[in-house]
């Protein structure tokens, strides 16, 4: 029973997240990139692209891109994709369209500098959602996973090509400024979006080098309750044989991890490092409960 809760709460979770996701994505689309002629990769740039042509609606073509893009990678990459794509594929348009329908979304700001800043951010916060589930965007997405596996090449290769592609199309029919602006969406997303992904999972770790390693040990464990784990190790000037404490915690108890120390040794050496993530027990698995000895 509490593993089927568990699964229901991640389902729920996952589907909250491509949902707020894709309608975010489609916000900033409406309200920034249309109306101020910003260039921007994936099936939307091209979109966009071919709107300048044809009397097409962008969330249609949209669509109908992501249809076929996701169709194609049912059939040469499986299921797999499909059912992690297929809801980002449906939903992105749906919202885009329902998001064009805003009155005076398009005038919320006549800054086109400030609309890319937001354009930016917004898309990598966006696209960090939906990936941080482990859900694909869709799109152009699948055409760089069908890329990388006819060619044998990273997919990353492909994200970049097709990316640059699309930005170069669009730089074709686009002024100066806007190229610039989608420079400036460009880079702010690819920051903001590795910051999402690992939003709440960066954590400290402590490595610490001491002759009362072992007083340390059983504070950080009984104090702070902190998973610690011992290292041996030999003194490089002396060559002596001793033991290293490493601990990770989070980064608000750093404070009183170091006073802990000082405490107990003034004189430890102690380097403080910041890991992106950390999985496994006492942190993506529940921690046991053990006697301290």
């Known amino acids: 029973m509490a593993k089927v809760k568990k699964e229901a709460k991640e389902y729920a ?37 071919l709107g300048k042509f044809l009397p097409f609606n962008t969330a249609l073509v949209v669509f109908i891109l992501n249809a076929i893009l996701l169709i194609l990678g049912l059939i040469i990459i499986g299921k797999k994709l499909f059912f992690t794509s297929v809801a980002s594929t449906f939903l992105y348009p749906i919202f885009l369209s329902l998001m064009q329908k805003i009155p005076n979304i398009e005038n919320l700001t006549d ?34 996973l069908i890329l990388a596996k006819w060619t044998h090449k990273s997919v990353a290769i492909y994200v970049y090509v097709t990316d640059i592609i699309v930005v170069a199309a669009q730089a074709v029919v686009s002024d100066s400024e806007s190229i610039l602006m ?76 170091n006073e802990l120390i000082r405490s107990i040794d003034p004189e430890a050496f102690v380097t403080v490092t910041k890991i992106k993530e950390v999985r496994g027990r006492g942190f993506t698995a529940e921690r046991q409960s053990v006697e301290l000895q």
């Open 182 to 257: 989608g420079i400036v969406v460009l880079v702010l997303e690819s920051l903001i979006l590795e910051q999402t992904m690992v939003f709440g999972q960066s954590q400290i770790e402590l490595f610490v080098i001491s002759q009362k390693y072992e007083e340390i040990r059983v504070k950080l464990l009984s104090d702070l309750n902190a998973g610690v784990t011992m290292s041996y190790i030999q003194t490089g000037a002396l060559r002596e044989e001793s033991k290293g404490v490493i601990c990770v915690i989070h980064p608000r108890n750093l404070y009183a991890a």
């Open 111 to 144: 800054d086109t500098l400030l609309a890319s800043l937001f354009a930016g951010v917004l898309m990598g916060l966006s696209l960090g959602l939906v990936m941080r589930v482990g859900s694909s965007t869709g799109g152009m997405d699948i055409a760089n």
């Open 13 to 49: 979770k996952t589907a909250f997240m491509i949902i707020i996701g894709n309608a975010l994505l489609a916000f900033l689309v409406a309200a920034f990139i249309i109306p101020h002629n910003i260039i921007m990769g994936g099936t939307t740039g091209i979109a966009l692209v």
